[in-house]
């Protein structure tokens, strides 16, 4: 796919999200119907696209679910220790470093590096980024809520009990059995019934307008001049956007050379480059630091509507180094 072709599916993107914005503003869809829509999102729409990835069976390839978890765990141990180092020598910080920390090594795989990653490549790289989500899942509902534990145990915040404890439900949601099915599917060869890959494929279809429209949604629900008028989150999403992934693409390119699997080095980036996870706000808030969660909010609705321009940029940048 040429780099023109990604700018139209972007823009694509862009334009659902403004139906989202237009949508919060006229009233059609409130911040109770978001909630209601988040949950179709992640209950039943990212599932079924994670197993319509898989329903027609086909050849197996080991050797990339392999490749793809090695990738994932080489991916999510660097990303906090590149995070920290950028929040420390940036000095960007100061009382609220767990916040923009969290907004560098938390990349938002599910809600949108699915879905775009789909619309992009199609459903092998589903597949690829659904396996890196089985990694990411334990830096995002282990990791990162420790993180902001401790932080508010350095402030004295009053969390929700259990906050700073890993959350292993997490590991039962909806998205992640799929991607455990998938991955039992994928491995063992299985094709579905075309009626039930069928539907899978319809429903799995609702995860990128839906995403985009949530997305939309929660920008209505914020001042313009607040979202865009803290310079620290304009300099946050560069890192978060570009800076990240660029300096890993070098890592990654020796990883992967040789491993017979083209698509994965530019998922990998791809994903390297996504913005802020959505529930980076809902983690902040559950450790009772109520300031570094506006500032996660910020975050997650700035890098949003910029990586409209980063992603193509980054895969052009990708594209012309090789990957």
């Given at each position: 796919?040429?780099?023109?072709?990604?700018?139209?599916?972007?823009?694509?993107?862009?334009?659902?999200?403004?139906?989202?914005?237009?949508?919060?503003?006229?009233?059609?869809?409130?911040?109770?119907?978001?909630?209601?829509?988040?949950?179709?999102?992640?209950?039943?729409?990212?599932?079924?696209?994670?197993?319509?990835?898989?329903?027609?069976?086909?050849?197996?390839?080991?050797?990339?679910?392999?490749?793809?978890?090695?990738?994932?765990?080489?991916?999510?141990?660097?990303?906090?220790?590149?995070?920290?180092?950028?929040?420390?020598?940036?000095?960007?910080?100061?009382?609220?470093?767990?916040?923009?920390e969290c907004l560098l090594y938390l990349p938002n795989v599910a809600f949108m590096g699915i879905p775009v990653a789909?619309?992009?490549?199609?459903?092998?790289?589903?597949?690829i980024v659904a396996i890196l989500n089985l990694v990411f899942s334990f830096l995002l509902f282990g990791f990162a809520?420790?993180?902001?534990?401790?932080?508010?145990?350095?402030?004295?915040?009053?969390?929700?009990?259990?906050?700073?404890?890993?959350?292993?439900?997490?590991?039962?949601?909806?998205?992640?059995?799929?991607?455990?099915?998938?991955?039992?599917?994928?491995?063992?060869?299985?094709?579905?019934?075309?009626?039930?890959?069928?539907?899978?494929?319809?429903?799995?279809?609702?995860?990128?307008?839906?995403?985009?429209?949530?997305?939309?949604?929660?920008?209505?629900?914020?001042?313009?001049?607040?979202?865009?008028?803290?310079?620290?989150?304009?300099?946050?999403?560069?890192?978060?956007?570009?800076?990240?992934?660029?300096?890993?693409?070098?890592?990654?390119?020796?990883?992967?050379?040789?491993?017979?699997?083209?698509?994965?080095?530019?998922?990998?980036?791809?994903?390297?480059?996504?913005?802020?996870?959505?529930?980076?706000?809902?983690?902040?808030?559950?450790?009772?630091?109520?300031?570094?969660?506006?500032?996660?909010?910020?975050?997650?609705?700035?890098?949003?509507?910029?990586?409209?321009?980063?992603?193509?940029?980054?895969f052009a940048l990708t594209a012309m180094w090789g990957a």
């Amino acid at each position: 796919m040429d780099v023109s072709n990604v700018i139209s599916q972007m823009m694509m993107m862009l334009a659902m999200l403004a139906v989202g914005y237009a949508a919060a503003k006229l009233h059609v869809v409130t911040q109770e119907g978001n909630r209601t829509l988040s949950s179709i999102l992640l209950s039943i729409a990212c599932p079924c696209m994670i197993l319509s990835s898989v329903a027609s069976g086909g050849e197996r390839d080991e050797m990339l679910l392999v490749w793809a978890l090695l990738c994932g765990v080489v991916l999510f141990t660097l990303l906090p220790v590149f995070a920290w180092l950028l929040v420390k020598f940036t000095r960007i910080g100061g009382d609220t470093s767990s916040a923009w920390e969290c907004l560098l090594y938390l990349p938002n795989v599910a809600f949108m590096g699915i879905p775009v990653a789909g619309a992009i490549w199609g459903s092998k790289a589903v597949l690829i980024v659904a396996i890196l989500n089985l990694v990411f899942s334990f830096l995002l509902f282990g990791f990162a809520p420790i993180h902001f534990g401790r932080a508010a145990d350095k402030k004295k915040a009053d969390g929700i009990v259990g906050a700073r404890r890993f959350p292993w439900r997490a590991l039962l949601s909806p998205s992640m059995l799929a991607s455990y099915a998938a991955l039992i599917l994928y491995v063992c060869g299985i094709s579905l019934p075309k009626t039930v890959a069928g539907t899978l494929s319809y429903l799995g279809g609702m995860t990128t307008p839906i995403s985009m429209i949530i997305s939309g949604v929660n920008l209505a629900s914020m001042p313009l001049r607040t979202v865009f008028g803290n310079g620290k989150v304009y300099f946050m999403s560069f890192l978060r956007l570009l800076v990240m992934p660029l300096a890993l693409y070098p890592l990654f390119a020796f990883l992967l050379r040789g491993c017979g699997e083209e698509l994965l080095l530019p998922i990998v980036i791809f994903i390297a480059g996504m913005p802020c996870a959505s529930t980076t706000p809902v983690l902040a808030e559950a450790a009772g630091l109520r300031e570094e969660s506006r500032l996660c909010s910020l975050g997650v609705l700035v890098s949003t509507v910029f990586s409209v321009a980063t992603i193509p940029l980054l895969f052009a940048l990708t594209a012309m180094w090789g990957a």
